[in-house]
């Protein structure tokens, strides 16, 4: 939807930060001719340069003419991007970047972080269907929490410069919240943006990504509670006592009724989920 907007350029997810930044004590100093060779090239192999639009030599030709940083590197894709389109508002859209918000601040001290959330059990539904995501309840929910997590610590500490948008309020209420989000921007609104599927459709590779189906498409609010009928009152449950106090903070509502008389417990699971999945993505995070 952002994309839809002329005046910005969001470019498809990049997973720079794990792919590439995460690794920089496998690649070594960049100032070495070898090391920078060896960034610029893994990049160029992956072929997303070419499916977003861009030439691959002209990549190489803006990296080397640039400081040898992975900062610079990646604001050079940025760059490219919006400059095929003639944008002045740059981005990228990788969901695990939540995680890096400290480093990206820091390196791109200008930047605005906008947050988007869904409701836990949606969001565990839809993942248990992606041949890359573990299936189970557990190991899907505690991936919510540390994202959603990492979310609400970017809040406290960005102010201003952090906005939260959730996925319910976006699809029911689309054109209100892009305004709102347009407003942060200091841009005005588009109507282009609510007819995203018609302008973006270039940047899709179905084939290769078939999940995404969906940015194809209009908006389908009746997807937004699909969840309900795909789980047993047992898998919403673990689901709840898990996830219930971030739960509560973004406004979704638990359909297992004793749960909020429980909130200590609720409490103690999430917190334990918090820390099992931090140990569990410093240790990915480690492996790659």
């Known amino acids: 939807m952002l994309n839809a907007h002329p005046r910005i350029a969001i470019t498809p997810e ?3 930060m794990p792919f590439y930044w995460a690794k920089a004590g496998q690649y070594g100093d960049l100032g070495d001719e070898a090391a920078f060779r060896r960034l610029v090239e893994d990049i160029v192999a992956t072929g997303d340069l070419r499916e977003w639009g861009l030439s691959a030599d002209e990549f190489r030709a803006a990296a080397w003419a640039g400081e ?11 760059d490219l991007f919006a400059r095929v389109k003639n944008a002045d508002i740059r981005g990228e859209k990788s969901p695990s970047h939540v995680l890096y918000v400290g480093e990206i601040k820091k390196v791109f001290p200008e930047a605005c972080f906008v947050h ?6 949606a969001v565990v539904n839809s993942r248990r269907e992606q041949s890359w995501c573990p299936k189970g309840i557990r190991e899907n929910t505690l991936f919510w929490v540390e994202q959603v997590s ?4 970017g809040a406290r500490k960005l102010g201003r410069d952090w906005i939260t948008v959730r996925y319910e309020d976006l699809i029911q209420h689309a ?16 109507p282009s943006m609510l007819e995203y599927w018609k302008h973006n459709h270039r940047l899709l590779d179905l084939d290769r990504e078939p999940w995404n189906i969906n940015a194809s498409r209009p908006l389908q609010p009746d997807r937004v509670d699909r969840w309900r009928s795909q789980f047993s009152r047992a898998e919403v449950l673990e689901i709840e006592t898990l996830a219930w106090p971030l739960m509560r903070t973004f406004g979704y509502s638990p359909v297992s ?10 409490s103690r699971a999430s917190a334990d989920a918090v820390r099992s ?7 990915l995070r480690r492996r790659r």
């Open 277 to 283: 999945m931090r140990r569990w993505a410093r240790e």
């Open 150 to 153: 990492a979310g609400v610590n």
């Open 257 to 266: 009724p004793w749960l909020s008389l429980l909130p200590s417990v609720a």
């Open 175 to 190: 054109e209100k919240t892009l305004r709102g989000v347009c407003a942060r921007f200091g841009i005005e609104f588009e």
């Open 116 to 121: 988007m959330v869904r409701d836990p059990r």
């Open 68 to 78: 040898r940083t992975f900062a610079a590197v990646l604001g050079t894709i940025l």
């Open 14 to 16: 990049t997973h720079f």
